[in-house]
């Protein structure tokens, strides 16, 4: 999920554990430990612009990582607070749940995250909720915001944080159930199109749960469209070729193999010019929803230059537009 959103759910796991011993200390401490999986980031000029792609969201977002960093964490900050009543245990456990609660909202998302690190490198991907969602946020930055003028001892704080982070796990659940039905009636319309297929994915577009990009992988490409849960019509879906031959010279090359994993099967090649464009199709074009042409949010160009693959990100050169999200709005409500 984005910064903010992990940000305030950091602050309210801290208020949960110690807002009652520590206040608005323990809102500052656990928003510093829902932030700290995502500083990975930082790191990204060590690595490669692929190898990045996969080291994000990797060993910093496991279990393991929450349950090392915690401690330790957990005695620094009894060290600056030596006159405070909470011992470091006390406070390892407010590091250990803003920390953990990090990847655990991620995994909800369709980035992929490595929970299971260093034990199996299988990265976990619900697809429920797109990465920005306001109404998972806004409970949480709301009483989080509200916490921060009222006393520790006001009785009206634990009830205020309990009742955002009530309110943002009901929309997580109901996410999760929405996915589930609207895989249902994807899976219900493939039947009736008769079409055969070897596995399908849906994910939500920007800031909803309504309208959700769907893929479906058949032998030699994908079909790629769009589903609301307003929709009247049939589902509607373009056919894009995979064209993976084009990869064969190049997939003995580590580069090659991190993307192709990274995108878990579903990416589609095509040449261009002399060189490559690896598309993942995960992510969708970027105005998918009016326009399937438009690039992708995730595009890798490959220069086969002297036998090596030689691969850089394609940035999207155009971003979205208010006239973009008008059409998103209506397409949501299933125009």
């Not at 984005?2 to 401490?29: I, M, P």
């Given at each position: ?58 060993f ?13 964490l ?57 990465v ?12 989080c ?94 056919y ?39 598309n ?27 036998g ?28």
């Amino acid at each position: 999920m984005d910064s903010v959103t992990q940000f305030v759910l950091g602050a309210a796991v801290g208020e949960a554990v110690l807002g009652k011993r520590e206040g608005k200390k323990a809102l500052l401490w656990g928003a510093v430990g829902g932030t700290i999986p995502d500083l990975d980031v930082l790191f990204n000029f060590v690595y490669s612009e692929v190898d990045a792609l996969l080291m994000h969201r990797g060993f910093s977002h496991s279990i393991v990582f929450a349950m090392l960093a915690a401690p330790i964490l957990g005695y620094l900050i009894s060290r600056l607070y030596r006159k405070s009543e909470t011992s470091w245990i006390g406070w390892s456990w407010l590091f250990f749940w803003s920390i953990f609660t990090h990847p655990l909202l991620d995994i909800f998302t369709n980035y992929g995250t490595g929970l299971w690190l260093p034990f199996s490198d299988f990265r976990v991907a619900l697809n429920t909720i797109f990465v920005v969602d306001p109404l998972y946020t806004l409970p949480l930055l709301i009483s989080c915001l509200v916490l921060l003028f009222l006393s520790r001892k006001n009785a009206w704080r634990t009830k205020i944080n309990h009742l955002g982070l009530l309110l943002s796990s009901v929309y997580l659940i109901f996410t999760v159930v929405n996915k589930l039905q609207v895989d249902s009636n994807i899976e219900s319309q493939l039947s009736q199109q008769k079409m055969e297929y070897e596995s399908f994915m849906s994910a939500p577009t920007p800031f909803n749960n309504v309208l959700w990009s769907v893929v479906v992988k058949t032998d030699g490409g994908f079909h790629t469209g769009y589903y609301s849960v307003f929709d009247k019509q049939p589902l509607s879906l373009d056919y894009l070729p995979q064209q993976s031959d084009l990869l064969d010279d190049l997939k003995s090359q580590h580069e090659v193999n991190q993307l192709i994993k990274f995108s878990k099967g579903y990416f589609a090649v095509r040449q261009e010019s002399d060189n490559l464009v690896l598309n993942d199709l995960r992510f969708g074009p970027l105005k998918g929803w009016f326009d399937p042409s438009s690039e992708f949010v995730f595009a890798f160009g490959i220069d086969q230059k002297r036998g090596q693959a030689d691969i850089k990100r394609l940035v999207p050169t155009l971003s979205p537009t208010e006239a973009d999200f008008l059409r998103l709005v209506d397409r949501m409500w299933g125009k």
